[in-house]
């Protein structure tokens, strides 16, 4: 089944900074979604790009998709406390819903 | 206000037990999913259901159960045959074709004792 992988697993900023977190994923696919997951809580949808698609927004967050390489990344920019949170890709799209990497945990440092 | 209600959100049990963790949805949405999550790991699918009274296999449905009787429930049965229960459970449901975006609960955590 297809996997997305995310990295790096753990990254800690400063608030303010911009935070780059990779997903790779092994076959080809329709689109890409992204996910947050703050601590004990279920997963929020953020964003899904289309295969044909190379790059999207939604406020302070870029997804880019590059389908040759298999990898899309996420970019959170001025990051806030707030963001502090697991953000999982995912793909699939099928009757048997989406495969999830085991996601970054983010930590945005005041 | 729409959306999946689990419960309960914790829950204690005694090896040899069965549970039932119970998702409620008012969002109209056909397609309804179980996810298991583990520490640090990412979601693997138990069991998933595209109509009532119709469930398909995950990838760990062992030692599970489901049954979707109405198109709002989707209970998730943890029997005793699971080797290795404790974990957190995330239902999840989606009323789109083709993109799956997930609408997901709040997750129920389970502890065996």
């Known amino acids: 089944s297809q996997q997305g992988e995310e990295d790096p697993q753990a990254l800690s900023i400063q608030e303010g900074e911009n935070a780059t977190m990779n997903c790779s994923y092994k076959t080809s696919i329709n689109n890409l979604q992204w996910y947050r997951q703050n601590s004990g809580r279920g997963l929020v949808h953020l964003i899904l790009?289309?295969?044909?698609?190379r790059e999207k927004h939604s406020g302070r967050l870029r997804v880019t998709l590059d389908t040759s390489k298999k990898s899309s990344s996420l970019l959170i920019t001025a990051s806030r406390a707030a963001d502090t949170a697991s953000y999982f890709c995912?793909?699939?799209?099928?009757?048997?819903?989406?495969?999830f990497g085991k996601g970054t945990h983010l930590i945005i440092q005041p | 206000d729409g959306g999946i209600t689990q419960s309960p959100k914790y829950l204690f049990r005694k090896e040899g037990q069965n549970v039932t963790l119970s998702c409620e949805q008012n969002?109209?949405?056909?397609?309804m999913y179980w996810y298991r999550q583990d520490p640090g790991q990412g979601l693997r699918l138990i069991y998933y259901?595209?109509?009532?009274?119709?469930?398909q296999k995950g990838d760990i449905a062992e030692g599970y159960s489901v049954s979707r009787e109405k198109k709002e429930s989707f209970p998730l049965t943890v029997t005793s045959a699971q080797k290795n229960p404790t974990a957190f459970y995330l239902c999840?449901?989606?009323?789109?074709?083709?993109?799956?975006?997930?609408?997901f609960g709040a997750g129920s955590r389970l502890t065996v004792l």
């Open positions: 790009i289309r295969s044909n698609e």
């Open positions: 999840a449901s989606t009323g789109q074709s083709g993109a799956n975006v997930l609408t």
């Open positions: 969002l109209n949405h056909d397609a």
């Open positions: 995912a793909t699939g799209g099928g009757a048997d819903g989406l495969t």
């Open positions: 259901s595209q109509i009532v009274n119709d469930f």
